[in-house]
């Protein structure tokens, strides 16, 4: 920890570790193998007919020679011992490496069945423990506030009918406040989805299973997710131009802050020209001579239950989760190639919430990486765990402990030497607040920890992208909508 931020994975994360540890067994098992090509050389040499002839010119000589080649070949520290050493070496490490990853492997589907068993056993119990449970909490929590309440009463601070609307609304407030907290706890349940999902269905009646837009019993939690996206349908994007240009879109990022502003200004600054449905692409021309391409890519709109023209919704979250291509990234590609994004130009995602998870789930499709050349990611605040970004991509999470969106995944984000997480705590006691991207991930971001060796190697990475000598920057914005009837 540096700063008060946590690091994982990246240049200086466990798995990045395996790798030099892997490295180095291959490094040490080719010098084994040079060794043995050089003690089979000298063998040869020993056998010749010259130095055999030379024995009877001169024996002293060639009982020295033998002597040298002898302790050379087959000494304590010969070629041989050498070559024995450096070839054991090289197994054991290899040998441990596969240990390692076999032990964290085992460890990670133990987790997943210890989450998934739980959700089962909730899921079976839930119809018949959820009113019971709900009313013990309700009387705990009716309890607690009781004696407040009636002093309220008495100074004519709140009437009798508004008790019950009083204890929902601290009941519901203490639950928030835990799961900030906490939010460990709201990612284990969420990981169990898959049990819990097959526990409620134990529940539902054989005739009407028939009904629901399912695949049947989940087998892991993107099939869960998968089962309940299937009640909201995904649509066609139309893209359109995007809303008036703002103060910075034409300055050149230097920072993850500067990064994170751009996508705030797509997402928050209607009053400065920013429209629904806004995302941008912002080009780069640097002292190098290389093009560079900024996405800014928005987070949620809208948790309508109904889908409608807002492609940032509740459907499009539930679908990028479940692993589909939605709305939301088929727009995204539409704009960046009416922004005459070239194949080969080096492209930087950054997303914030629904944005982060649409910037992983891009970089990890292999057809929209034959189209573009991303070589980053950035995202705040994003639930990105379960997306598999390839190892030519060098993404940056930050994650703020006390914001419940990146635990939404139910799953942590995966150690990897090209996935560098930075969390840090920021609980401004609001659900809201705690996920914001200009009150806390950008705040955050001014104070990123310079000394962490992974960031440092995320930073060196992306410097073409940040670098403060870019000539010039012009931000072409785009605004994706869901086509109606679609």
Not at 95 to 113: E, H, R, T
Not at 208 to 235: E, H, I, T
Request: aromatic letters at 6%; proline letters at 6%; charged letters at 15%.
């Amino acid at each position: 920890m540096s700063g008060g931020w946590e690091s994982t994975g990246g240049a200086g994360g466990i798995c990045a570790n395996y790798d030099d540890m892997e490295s180095l067994s291959v490094l040490y098992g080719r010098a084994a193998l040079t060794l043995a090509d050089v003690t089979a050389e000298v063998a040869l040499i020993a056998a010749s007919g010259e130095l055999l002839e030379s024995a009877v010119l001169s024996p002293g000589s060639y009982a020295q020679v033998m002597r040298v080649i002898g302790e050379l070949e087959l000494g304590r520290t010969g070629l041989a011992a050498s070559g024995l050493e450096l070839g054991e070496l090289s197994l054991h490490l290899r040998q441990a490496v596969l240990a390692y990853q076999f032990v964290d492997a085992a460890m990670s589907k133990l987790s997943i069945g210890a989450q998934n068993l739980g959700g089962f056993v909730v899921g079976a119990a839930l119809p018949q423990i959820a009113v019971p449970a709900a009313v013990l909490v309700l009387a705990g929590e009716s309890a607690r506030d009781l004696p407040e309440f009636l002093e309220d009463l008495v100074q004519g601070r709140a009437s009798l009918s508004s008790f019950p609307s009083r204890v929902l609304s601290t009941t519901a407030d203490d639950a928030k406040a835990f799961m900030m907290a906490h939010p460990g706890v709201l990612q284990d349940g969420i990981g169990g989805a898959a049990g819990l999902e097959a526990g409620l269905q134990a529940w539902v009646p054989a005739p009407l299973k028939g009904l629901l837009p399912s695949q049947g019993v989940p087998r892991d939690y993107p099939q869960a997710v998968q089962n309940l996206a299937g009640f909201f349908r995904d649509g066609d994007p139309v893209v359109g131009p995007g809303g008036h240009q703002q103060a910075g879109d034409n300055t050149a990022p230097s920072s993850v802050r500067d990064l994170f502003n751009g996508v705030d200004r797509r997402q928050r600054r209607r009053d400065l020209g920013a429209v629904s449905g806004e995302i941008g692409v912002q080009r780069l021309a640097g002292p190098d001579g290389i093009e560079r391409f900024v996405v800014q890519l928005p987070g949620t709109e809208s948790w309508a239950l109904t889908p409608g023209s807002t492609d940032r919704d509740l459907s499009t979250n539930l679908h990028t989760m479940a692993g589909d291509t939605t709305v939301y990234m088929r727009g995204i590609e539409a704009a960046m190639v009416q922004a005459g994004v070239p194949p080969d130009a080096p492209v930087m995602l950054v997303g914030h919430s629904l944005g982060g998870m649409t910037a992983a789930a891009l970089a990890a499709d292999p057809a929209f990486r034959q189209r573009f050349n991303v070589t980053q990611v950035v995202t705040a605040g994003a639930p990105i765990g379960r997306f598999e970004v390839p190892s030519g991509v060098q993404v940056l999470a930050l994650e703020n402990h006390n914001d419940l969106v990146p635990a939404l995944d139910g799953a942590d984000n995966p150690d990897r030497a090209n996935v560098t997480t930075l969390t840090f705590g920021a609980n401004k006691g609001d659900v809201g607040k705690n996920h914001s991207l200009s009150d806390a991930y950008a705040v955050a971001a001014a104070d990123l920890p310079a000394g962490d060796p992974s960031y440092a190697a995320w930073l060196e990475s992306a410097r073409g992208f940040l670098n403060p000598a870019n000539q010039t920057s012009t931000t072409g914005t785009y605004a994706i909508t869901r086509e109606p009837g679609s």
